[in-house]
């Protein structure tokens, strides 16, 4: 049994698959192309001792409850508390390309090598 073969339709839909295709390659070879963008930063050194673990998490427990971060939530109050503990070094390493949600903190550390350099409380 033939089937009737609506000629306008066989056209539109042969035009729609090739507009897609084009358009799937179009992206996928914008994507291919893109080279990948390194991400740095200033790297300070960061000793994790027991006691300069404890600096920081009594700098980073005051900035907590500090009326200026305790309303915070979430990702807010994280970088409100960095700021609080170190102002110079929240500006040297976050201020220009926040933290986002979701972002793992590769600057952490270096944060805290930054605070601990500066408070001038290095212990071994």
């Known amino acids: ?15 729609f698959s090739w507009y897609a295709i ?3 390659h179009t992206i996928c070879k914008s994507a291919a192309d ?8 200033k790297e300070y050194q960061y000793k994790d001792t027991p006691k300069n673990e404890m600096t920081f998490r009594e700098f980073e427990t005051a900035c907590e409850q500090s009326s200026a971060c305790s309303k915070m ?3 807010t109050r994280m970088r409100c508390v960095r700021e609080c503990v170190s102002p110079s070094c929240y500006k040297e390493l976050y201020q220009t390309d926040p933290l986002e949600e979701g972002e793992i903190d590769v600057r952490l550390n270096s944060f ?3 605070f601990i350099q500066r408070t001038g409380r290095t212990r071994n």
């Open 112 to 114: 805290k090598g930054c």
């Open 34 to 41: 893109q080279t990948p963008v390194t991400f740095t930063f």
């Open 22 to 24: 084009l358009a799937l």
């Open 1 to 15: 049994m033939l089937m009737k073969v609506n000629i306008k339709m066989l056209r539109l839909w042969v035009f």
């Open 73 to 75: 939530n979430g990702l």
